[in-house]
């Protein structure tokens, strides 16, 4: 008989569970509480990445869909060099991504969401220097600039967000008239959307609703997946 946990989304003990953890924040309550967190927390996001792997597979056939912390199931400690007072992350973060460079690095769709926030998104979240001047060199061709130009004003004009610009001026190498040079402003390229968890999110309709919003979100996968093909 298979144990594998079939996905009815994501249960309100887990929300309540993460508003627990704000009051709670420390390795000793975590540990006194490993159940809940197994049942409210690890059990459902694993089946929901199975799930949506499978869905996602429709869209990218090679996409990483992985039920394991530290593959597309992010792990609940925050590093401790940092977070003494609060060494426990306060959402849950989820991601499929593709290629075989690290996760973040990858061209993904993602999602984390607490009890007041579902965020999902597609794309990369934060360029580390290598990446960010590979997309510099990337979008000095004018078509390949013309091109996310065109991706990013087509998913504005469905609702969807992008983040604010990082820097204010041009990188070396870009004349200020040239045509959508606003690109190089970026340290990331991903598009976003937010929602308040609702009776969806509760029920396996919340793979249909996010599936939705990552097939709008396509086209903006596969630029930044060809992003990061490029010079390799």
Known sequence: MSNEIIFKGFPKEGLDFMDEIVLNN???????NRDRYDQYIVAPNKAYVAEMGEHLQILVPTINAIPKINKSLYKIYRDARYHLDDPIKTRI???FWQGNTHRMQSSSFYM???SKEVFVATGIRNFKPPLLAIY????QDKDRRAELHKIVEALKAKGYQFPEPAYKRYPRGFDKDDTHVYLS????MYAFTTYVPDEAFHSE???YKNFKIYEDMLPLQEWVYGLTLYGV
């Open 185 to 188: 402003l970026f340290r990331s």
């Open 136 to 139: 510099r060199e990337y979008i």
């Open 26 to 32: 420390s390795k000793e309550w975590l540990d006194a």
């Open 205 to 207: 309709k919340i793979i």
């Open 93 to 95: 973060g989820i991601i």
């Open 112 to 114: 984390h969401y607490d």
